[in-house]
């Protein structure tokens, strides 16, 4: 925006001062100018005015519901999230907990619970935005609670998800979930199995990748349906005992390999 903002106001042959922006400092130098004409950007810039005066009308809009619901985080809202939103505890809150509010508004409330469903469902983006500064915590808090209002306004107007779109969508995912299962190389009748036996079917998935008995990557198909909606907790004490698992696995791999001839 510095430099847009002045270089069109330059006219050719003119050399600028030191202008900062976020990339740095810059001398700019105009040696042409080219104007189009008018009729042939007259209807890109007809639609552009027009998404303008749409995203200003959808501002205001959202703003008049948020003025008049009256919301407030509520006191102590900004300690208590930015201590939860790094802890376990996020995944373990009490009924009592879930139901305490961290922000009011006319007609209802923003609950931890809420919060926390919210929290989980986009970590580690949550951890950015609820476990820094306290403003800017107070500033997502009240997003939030906007976004949530804006979806209150569409229900009582009538506009909601039909149940046909619902099950769609809902198939959609079960689709998905279940080609990341086969890529994966994981059966289905050791997954109802038990805890314990998915997770030694998922170390032998592990175990084979790292020996290079299996491609890796059929498992990048399981990305994005993590990222989508699977949650998913980073445990930095547990990096230790990975990578010496990891070792322990070439180890193997490498003992079990035959010894190579002489010469070879």
């Known amino acids: 925006p510095e430099l847009d903002s002045l270089v069109f106001y330059m006219e050719p042959g003119t050399i600028s001062e030191a202008v900062r922006s976020p990339f740095g400092y810059h001398i700019v130098r105009v040696t042409d100018r080219e104007e189009p004409d008018l009729e042939e950007v007259r209807e890109e810039y007809r639609l552009g005015l027009m998404e303008g005066r749409v995203e200003d009308s959808e501002r205001a809009y959202i703003d008049s519901l948020f003025d008049a619901a009256r919301a407030r985080p509520v006191d102590g809202a900004v300690d208590v999230v930015k201590a939860i939103v790094n802890s376990p505890r996020l995944r373990r809150l009490s009924p009592a907990e879930q139901s305490a509010a961290l922000a009011r508004y006319r007609g209802g409330s923003l609950t931890l619970g809420e919060w926390a469903h919210w929290a989980i469902r986009h970590f580690p983006e949550s951890q950015r935005l609820f476990g820094g500064d306290s403003t800017a915590v107070v500033t997502n808090l009240i997003e939030l609670v906007r976004n949530e209002l804006l979806v209150r306004a569409a229900r009582e107007m009538g506009y909601s998800v039909s149940e046909e779109a619902f099950d769609t969508l809902q198939a959609r995912g079960y689709r998905e979930l279940?080609?990341?299962?086969?890529?994966?190389?994981?059966?289905?009748?050791?997954?109802?199995?038990?805890?314990?036996?998915?997770?030694?079917?998922?170390?032998?998935?592990?175990?084979?990748v790292l020996t290079q008995e299996r491609s890796p990557a059929p498992l990048a198909r399981a990305a994005p349906a993590l990222k989508l909606g699977h949650t998913y907790q980073v445990y930095p004490d547990r990096y230790s005992e990975v990578v010496e698992r990891m070792i322990a696995i070439r180890l193997e791999s490498l003992s079990a390999s035959p010894p190579l001839e002489p010469g070879s």
């Open 178 to 208: 279940t080609s990341v299962v086969t890529v994966s190389g994981l059966r289905r009748d050791k997954l109802v199995s038990g805890e314990q036996t998915i997770q030694e079917a998922v170390d032998q998935v592990l175990t084979e």
